[in-house]
C-alpha cells in the first residue's frame, strides 16, 4: 500500500513553497497559498534533484589523478568519502605548506540556499577562514558598478537600495515613471536570500489603476509588465546615457531644469552642462544628436523631457544597463538627470537604480537583521573584483586599476567553489575554460554536474535545501519561513557542514570550524539571536520547536511609506550624504583626479566596443530567464519545457528572421570572433530589429570537436567579451556583445550536460 504524501514547508530564492514526499521521496514544491502570485520556478526543483545529472557519490577527476588530461574535457573516479577526504586534507595541507594561505581562491559567487545555517559560501569561507585564510572576490555580477561607483557620487549602493522610493508611495504621487532598461517582471520571482509574498505584480497594478504612465526604453517590450501598459520606446543596446543626455539637454537649454536644487543639493552641474553644450569635447548632446545614436526618434526625445519635468516623475535604471561596456555612465547619467528635475527626495519623484532587480525592492524591507553562521576571521586580506576570475588565473602577479588603486593578481594555486556556477555567471566561457587549466586544484561542491563541476578536480556531492533542516529569511524580506528537512540526502550527499566538520577533524581542528556544536545545535544558536534581534525590534518569536513545526512568521513592515532620500532633501547639511562634499556629486573630483580614460569625472558618452568594431550586425542582449534563478536547476522539468528541440530559446525579429531564412522552431547558430552556440527560434515583434535576445543560464555544454568548441545549448556567455565597464569599477560588461546568426542545417547535437560524465573503475 502506498504511504501517504507527506508535506512540509520548503523555501528558496524565488519564494516559499510546500514540500511534497512519498516515500521518502521528494515529489513536487507546491506554491505556499499565501503568495498572491507564486513562482513557477518551484516546479523544477523535485525533477532535477532526483535527476540524472545529480551528483551521487565524490568523484575525483582522473587526469588530476594521473597528472595529464583536461579540465571539463575528462572523465571521473568515484571514491568513497574517507577516501576524497583524507586526498583534501592532504591537499590543502600542501598547498598552505608550499604556497600560503594566499594561493588558495574562494571566491565562490553565487545565490545557492536561502537557509540562514545551510549557506554553501559562509560554510566555505568558515572552514577556510580556520585554516588561515583565503583570497576572496568583492562585489558582485549584479550590480557591481552600482557598488563601486555610487559610494563616490550619492553613498553606498546597499543602503540606497534598502532606501528605495515604496511602490505604494508612487501610486499615490508620481505621474510618469521612466525606465531606462525596462523592469522584467520575470526577475521580480527572486531575490537574495528568499520572499516570502510576492507583492510586485499587484503594486504596479495599483500605480495602473491610479493613473501613473510608465515608458519602456529596452529593446525588449517584454521588459515592461502587460500590466502597467507601457509605451515602449525601443533604443539601441548601450546608448541609453545618450538618451537621458539628450533629455538632459533639453531640460537645460528650455530651462526646465531645477537650478535651485542642483545649487543646494549637488556639486558639479556647472562642468556637466559644458558637457551637453559640447564644449568639452565639440559634440553637442541635443536630442538630435541622441536621436541619431540611440534610435529613439528626435521628436520623443523632446516631448518626452517636457513631460518628465511638467509632473512628479521617478527616473528608474535597470541593473542590466551596468552590466555592458561603460556601465557606470547610465548610472550616473540617471543620477545627474533626476538631479536636473529637482525632485530627488519628494514623494514619488528622483530616480531608483535596481527597481525590478529582485521581488523585494520598493514592496518591502526586513525589520532587522537574522541571525547567521559567522564566517569568521580571514586573514588574508587580498581579493580580486568579482568579475576578473580569467584574469587572475591568466596573468598571476600582474597589476591592475581598480576604484583609484593599483593592484597585483595573486599566484593562485587552489580553488574552491561552493555554492555557484562560474560557467554561467562569468563571460567569455571559452576564456575561463582556459584559465581553469592553471591552477594545481580546483574543488567544487555541487548538487549536479553543471560544467563547473566538470572542470573541477575534486567533487563534493552536497544536499539540497528540502534534504536538510533550516529557516529562510530574505535580505529585504519581512517574513521568515521554516525549512525542515522534507526528504534524505540522494545518493551519498552530504550536509556541507558535516563535510567541513569532518574535514577540519583531519586537519586537526575541528573545534574551531564546529566549536562544539553540532548542526542542529548552531540552528537553535542562530535562532535565538534572530529572536533576540526581533525583541529589541519589538516582535516576539515563538521557540525553535514550535517555528520549526509550523508556518511562516511574518513581521512588521519598518517603512511602508518611505521615500528616497527625504531627510537629505529636508536638510543636507544636518543630513548629508556620504560622499566627500556631503552632496550629490555630478562632477566627482575624487573620480577625475584617478585620471581614467574610460571614467572621467562626470557622466560621459562612450560607444559600445563591439560597436566600434563592426565585425557583426545584431546585438546580443541576455537577461534573467522566467524558467529558473541564473542556471539553477537548468535540468529541472519546468525549465527543460520552455526550450526548442532543447536548446535555450533566442528571441528573433521576424525581418531579421526572414533575411536569414529562418522560421519559428528552427535551432540555429549564433556566432562571433569569441566562440559559438546553438539556440531554438522564436520569431516575435516584442524584440527590436537587429537585436536578438537569448535567455542566461542553460548549462554551458561545449563541444571540443565543434568550431569554437560550439555550445550545443544556448548559454550567451560562450559569445560575450571579457573586458570590464571600465577601470574604475573592473565590472562585467557582458551585455555588449555583437552576434550573428544563422540557421543550423547540420545534425543537431544532443545535449549531454544534463546526463552525468564519464566514470571510470578506480
Known amino acids: 500500500m502506498t504511504e501517504k504524501p507527506a508535506r512540509t514547508l520548503t523555501g528558496s530564492h524565488w519564494g516559499a513553497g510546500i514540500a511534497e514526499t512519498v516515500e521518502g521521496r521528494l515529489v513536487a514544491v507546491h506554491p505556499h497559498p499565501a503568495d498572491p502570485n507564486p513562482s513557477e520556478i518551484n516546479a523544477n526543483i523535485a525533477s532535477s534533484l532526483n535527476g540524472r545529472a545529480r551528483v551521487r557519490r565524490p568523484a575525483v577527476r582522473r587526469g588530476w589523478l594521473t597528472g595529464e588530461g583536461v579540465r571539463g574535457r ?18 590543502l ?138 509605451e515602449w520606446l525601443p533604443p539601441k543596446p548601450g546608448t541609453d ?58 521628436d520623443r526625445i523632446l516631448a518626452l523631457a517636457r513631460e518628465m519635468a511638467a509632473g512628479r516623475t521617478m527616473v528608474t535604471c535597470a541593473a542590466a544597463l551596468q552590466r555592458a561596456d561603460y556601465g557606470e555612465q547610465p548610472l550616473w547619467m540617471t543620477v545627474t538627470l533626476a538631479a536636473m528635475l529637482g525632485q530627488i527626495g519628494l514623494p514619488g519623484g528622483g530616480y531608483t537604480v535596481g527597481f525590478g532587480v529582485n521581488a523585494n525592492i520598493g514592496n518591502i524591507e526586513r525589520p532587522f537583521r537574522w541571525g547567521a553562521l559567522p564566517q569568521g576571521k580571514n586573514r588574508v586580506s587580498d581579493f580580486i573584483p568579482v568579475a576578473m576570475i580569467s584574469e587572475m588565473l591568466l596573468n598571476p602577479g600582474a597589476s591592475y586599476k581598480y576604484n583609484g588603486e593599483t593592484r597585483t593578481f595573486p599566484d593562485i594555486r587552489m580553488v574552491w567553489w561552493a555554492g555557484g556556477n562560474p560557467f554561467h555567471h562569468h563571460q567569455d566561457l571559452r576564456r575561463l575554460h582556459t584559465a581553469f587549466q592553471r591552477p594545481e586544484t580546483v574543488i567544487v561542491n555541487e548538487l549536479n554536474w553543471t560544467a563547473t563541476a566538470r572542470h573541477a578536480d575534486i567533487v563534493l556531492p552536497v544536499a539540497a535545501a528540502q534534504e536538510r533542516t533550516d529557516f529562510g529569511g530574505g535580505k529585504s524580506d519581512n517574513a521568515l519561513v521554516p525549512m525542515p528537512a522534507s526528504s534524505a540526502p540522494v545518493g551519498e550527499a552530504r550536509v556541507e557542514f558535516d563535510i567541513f566538520a569532518d574535514l577540519a577533524d583531519r586537519m586537526g581542528d575541528a573545534e574551531t570550524f564546529t566549536e562544539g556544536l553540532s548542526k542542529d545545535m548552531w540552528l537553535k544558536r542562530i535562532w535565538s539571536e534572530t529572536q533576540q534581534a526581533a525583541k529589541a525590534a519589538g516582535e516576539s518569536l515563538p521557540d525553535w520547536e514550535s517555528f520549526i513545526q509550523g508556518d511562516i512568521v511574518e513581521l512588521h513592515d519598518p517603512s511602508p511609506d518611505q521615500v528616497f532620500m527625504a531627510e537629505f532633501r529636508k536638510d543636507p547639511v544636518v543630513n548629508p550624504l556620504q560622499t566627500p562634499s556631503g552632496r550629490i556629486e555630478l562632477y ?175
Not at 251 to 272: A, C, M, Q, S, W
Request: hydrophobic share 40%; charged share 20%; proline share 5%.
Open 93 to 230: 595541507k600542501r598547498v598552505r605548506q608550499d604556497h600560503g594561505n594566499e594561493a588558495i581562491f574562494a571566491g565562490s559567487y553565487g545565490w545557492s540556499s536561502a537557509g540562514r545555517f545551510h549557506h554553501a559560501q559562509s560554510q566555505l569561507k568558515r572552514f577556510l577562514s580556520g585554516q588561515g585564510g583565503f583570497v576572496r572576490s568583492e562585489g558582485n555580477y549584479s550590480y557591481n558598478a552600482a557598488l563601486v561607483l555610487m559610494p563616490h557620487i550619492v553613498g553606498p549602493f546597499r543602503m540606497q537600495v534598502a532606501q528605495a522610493t515604496r511602490w505604494q508611495v508612487i501610486a499615490k504621487h508620481t505621474d510618469l515613471v521612466v525606465m531606462f532598461g525596462g523592469m522584467a517582471k520575470r526577475n521580480t520571482q527572486v531575490s537574495d536570500g528568499g520572499v516570502a509574498k510576492h507583492r510586485m505584480v499587484d503594486n504596479l497594478k495599483a500605480c495602473a489603476e491610479s493613473g501613473v504612465r510608465f515608458v519602456n526604453l529596452s529593446p525588449l517590450k517584454t521588459d515592461a509588465a502587460e500590466e502597467i501598459a507601457a
Open 241 to 298: 546615457t545618450a538618451v537621458m543626455m539628450g533629455l538632459a539637454h533639453t531640460l537645460l537649454i528650455e530651462g526646465l531644469h531645477d537650478p535651485d536644487f542642483l545649487e543646494r543639493y549637488t556639486v558639479g552641474f556647472d562642468k556637466v552642462a559644458a558637457y551637453l553644450r559640447g564644449e568639452v569635447d565639440g559634440v553637442v548632446k541635443s536630442a538630435e544628436w541622441a536621436a541619431g545614436v540611440s534610435g529613439v526618434p528626435k
Open 588 to 762: 566627482s573630483q575624487r573620480i577625475a583626479s584617478f585620471g581614467l580614460e574610460d571614467c572621467a569625472g562626470h557622466a560621459t558618452w562612450f560607444a559600445p566596443r563591439d560597436v566600434v568594431a563592426g565585425l557583426h550586425p545584431l546585438y546580443l542582449i541576455s537577461g534573467q530567464p522566467g524558467t529558473r534563478l541564473h542556471s539553477q536547476l537548468d535540468n529541472g522539468d519546468f525549465s527543460r519545457s520552455h526550450k526548442v528541440q532543447g536548446r535555450e530559446p533566442i528571441l528573433i525579429h521576424p525581418e531579421d528572421a526572414a533575411e536569414r531564412g529562418i522560421a519559428e522552431g528552427d535551432v540555429v547558430e549564433l556566432f562571433n570572433e569569441r566562440g559559438r552556440c546553438l539556440a531554438g527560434a522564436r520569431i516575435t515583434d516584442d524584440i527590436r530589429k537587429g537585436c536578438v535576445f537569448l535567455w542566461t543560464g542553460a548549462w554551458y555544454d561545449p563541444d571540443f570537436n565543434a568550431p569554437q568548441e560550439r555550445d550545443r545549448h544556448g548559454n550567451p556567455n560562450a559569445l560575450t567579451h571579457d573586458f570590464r565597464t571600465s577601470s574604475l569599477t573592473q565590472s562585467p560588461a557582458s551585455h555588449s556583445a555583437m552576434v550573428e546568426i544563422q540557421r543550423f542545417d547540420g545534425t543537431v547535437p544532443p545535449i549531454t550536460v544534463h546526463e552525468p560524465p564519464e566514470f571510470d573503475a578506480v
Open 74 to 91: 575528462d572523465s571521473f573516479v568515484e571514491v568513497s568519502w574517507d577516501d576524497v577526504l583524507n586526498l583534501l586534507a592532504k591537499e
